[in-house]
């Protein structure tokens, strides 16, 4: 899934406790906005396994449930949202396409690794890859509830996070080139930190 459809999916999950808290409203939407989008910082690693956490991921947001129940401050409620979002992330993940290049083409069998069990998780591919049609349609109506409930700042990065969707999703299939070929005038020492995918061929 796109990034921005990932950064939705944790604006959605946090929409009911900003309107249940709506004094700790904005810190709980960002939490929930980076939730969305954290586990995604691996792609500088092991992408989709240094920082996606499908079992461990899912027990600490179940944590986090119990204890923002048990005492809900801004800071219980915004773990809550950023675990909930990071949690359905590495679920998005593994219902969309494996890892690689050119996704479309490519018929890796490794969607998020599970540390604990130690093996990759195999996609399920109901959506076909990041920036697939399929994802942009959801991306779009993970969007409406926030669009129409929340005030106007969250509403301008809702559009925001959908027009990103759409130039991605038009852009996706001539991206995979461009990065290929830009990656090459890098400097060696940040040539390093660009997933392989891009470095060869």
Not at 34 to 50: E, L, N
Request: with cysteine; net charge positive.
């Amino acid at each position: 899934m796109m990034v921005t459809t990932h950064a939705l999916v944790g604006l959605l999950v946090a929409l009911p406790l900003a309107v249940l808290a709506p004094e700790h409203a904005t810190a709980v939407l960002a939490a929930g906005v980076v939730g969305g989008i954290a586990p995604d910082f691996d792609v500088f690693a092991t992408h989709r396994k240094t920082l996606h956490l499908p079992t461990y991921g899912t027990v600490a947001a179940g944590v986090a449930l119990v204890l923002a129940l048990a005492v809900p401050t801004p800071a219980t409620l915004a773990t809550l949202a950023f675990l909930l979002a990071a949690a359905l992330h590495n679920a998005g993940d593994i219902v969309c396409c494996g890892l690689g290049a050119r996704p479309w083409h490519n018929r890796s069998e490794r969607s998020v690794y599970d540390h604990y069990r130690g093996r990759w998780i195999p996609p399920r591919r109901w959506i076909r890859y990041d920036g697939a049609p399929e994802d942009l349609a959801l991306a779009v109506g993970l969007a409406v509830p926030s669009a129409a409930i929340l005030e106007w700042r969250w509403q301008l990065l809702t559009v925001a996070l959908l027009g990103v969707s759409v130039v991605y999703t038009l852009a996706r299939k001539r991206l995979e080139c461009v990065a290929r070929w830009g990656v090459q005038f890098l400097p060696a020492r940040v040539r390093r930190y660009v997933p392989e995918r891009y470095v060869t061929g």
